[in-house]
Structures are given as structure tokens and as C-alpha cells.
């Protein structure tokens, strides 16, 4: 699988780091790179790539304000020098955060989340069929069948450490060694069924175990299994009264 790359930054020598990144990975092609944001946003409006490298500092239109407006499709890599705007990257779903001086090492760990999401969107689409959605046990276990790659999986909810939404596709993440889990269902519906069993929804892409929970620190920002996830101010409240109530 090969992904179509736009560099946005108004840094001529940043797009030029970030080009020969891109020659020297495989599943990478280079779309084009503009140092003018307004130019690239109407570039990418037209032809949405796979992925987008954006830095977030730029005149006229600065790359969170950018980010509003890219295609669905694309998955968007921040690409900055200011470590401030690390938390705001959340609220708009990036895949990733890279801070300048970007390593080749770090890059190529952030490609990797993007080229992970579109293969299973890929095998996905390829085994999805027409299916009523999983339903709620109706009975004392803590499972629930999903399907995925052509057939009914059991969910083991209590190995389950989140739930990562993918657009139109969710991501069960369990606890290792079993692999994730993807399949076609919405985050809404998904979270209807995991509520009752000790989840809780905390930003628009992500659903825990509030049991598998390890801290939360002053930024609000969770720590499970080897993730970090931001709490956004939608679900703040919601959040904090459940886990108040859990330690009280």
C-alpha cells in the first residue's frame, strides 16, 4: 500500500526535511509541499491525500484553523516547534504530534500509525457485509461478537482497554497479548452497548475501561495500557464525576 503525502509549512527548509523523509520511506509518495497554507488548503480541497504533514504556526491561516477544514480522508501529522500545541492536536484527531527538530526515527513511528489505520480500513472494507450491529449480552458474561474479517469474534470485555474510532470503523485495543479488533459500527452505537459494563466515552474517538485505567494527570490526559489520551472539555464533567464517584 502506497500513501500520498501534502506538506504544508511555511518553513522552505522544514518541507524540504520533511520531502526527504518522504523518498526515503517506501509506502510514502510525495504529493506536493507548500510554504503558502492558503494555497495548500485549496490544493488539498480539490485532491485530498492520504496524509498530511501541517505545521501549526504560519501566517494568514495557522494549521489548527487549517485542520477544521481537511477532507475526512486524510489523516493529518502535526509538525511543529512549540510543545503548547501538543493537547489542542486532540480535539481535531490527529494521528500524530512531531516537534522540531523531527528525527527520522519519529517520522517514521508516526507514518506507521497511518499506514496501520488504512490497511485495516482496508481489510475492513473488504470483509464488511451487510449486518445488524452487535447487541448487548443477554446474559451474566461480559462479551460481545463483532464481526471482523469475514467472521463472528468474540469481545472479551474484560480484556478490553479501549475502543479507538476510525470514521466508520471502531478499533477494539485489548490488553496483550490479543490483537486488535476492527469492524464496521459507529462510536455512537458502540457506546450505548459498553456503558453498562464500566465504560466511558472521554473525547470524540476513544472509549475505556474505567477499571483499566492507570492515572490521570493535571493535564487530563489518561494513561491506559501504553497510550496517553486527552480528556476534551466536551466529556470533562462526565468523566470526572465517574471517576470521583469510583475513589470516593
Known amino acids: 500500500m502506497e500513501l500520498n503525502c501534502v506538506i504544508i509549512d511555511d518553513e522552505p ?14 509506502y510514502l509518495t510525495l504529493v506536493a509541499g507548500y510554504t503558502d497554507s492558503v494555497e495548500g488548503l485549496s490544493k488539498i480541497t480539490e485532491t485530498p491525500p492520504d496524509v498530511l504533514f501541517l505545521d501549526i504556526q504560519m501566517p494568514d491561516l495557522n494549521g489548527m484553523e487549517l485542520s477544521k477544514m481537511v477532507p475526512k480522508h486524510t489523516k493529518i501529522i502535526f509538525t511543529t516547534a512549540f510543545k503548547q500545541y501538543a493537547f489542542e492536536s486532540y480535539d481535531v484527531s490527529a494521528t500524530d504530534y ?7 526515527a519519529k517520522f517514521l513511528k508516526a507514518t506507521q500509525k497511518c499506514l496501520e489505520w488504512f490497511e485495516m480500513k482496508e481489510s475492513a472494507e473488504q470483509s464488511a457485509a451487510a449486518t445488524p450491529p452487535p447487541q448487548p449480552p443477554q446474559n451474566t458474561t461480559s462479551d460481545i461478537f463483532v464481526k471482523s474479517d469475514g467472521m463472528m469474534v468474540r469481545v472479551n470485555l ?3 482497554l479501549y ?7 471502531v478499533k477494539f485495543v485489548m490488553q496483550p497479548p490479543t490483537k486488535p479488533i476492527i469492524t464496521l459500527m459507529t462510536m455512537k452505537s458502540l457506546e450505548e452497548i ?8 472521554i473525547n470524540r474517538s476513544y472509549i475505556v475501561a474505567i477499571d483499566k485505567i492507570k492515572s490521570v494527570d493535571k493535564n487530563d490526559c489518561i494513561y491506559i495500557g501504553d497510550e496517553i489520551i486527552h480528556v476534551t472539555d466536551v466529556y470533562r464533567n462526565d468523566v ?3 471517576l470521583f464517584a469510583i475513589s470516593s
Open 13 to 26: 527548509q522544514a518541507v524540504e526535511l520533511i520531502k526527504n523523509y518522504i523518498s526515503r520511506t517506501p
Open 98 to 104: 512531531l516537534l522540531k527538530p523531527i528525527s527520522y
Open 240 to 242: 470526572f464525576k465517574k
Open 194 to 201: 459498553l456503558l453498562p459494563y464500566g465504560f466511558m466515552r
Open 158 to 160: 474484560s480484556q478490553l
Open 163 to 169: 475502543v479507538c474510532g476510525l470514521k466508520d470503523y
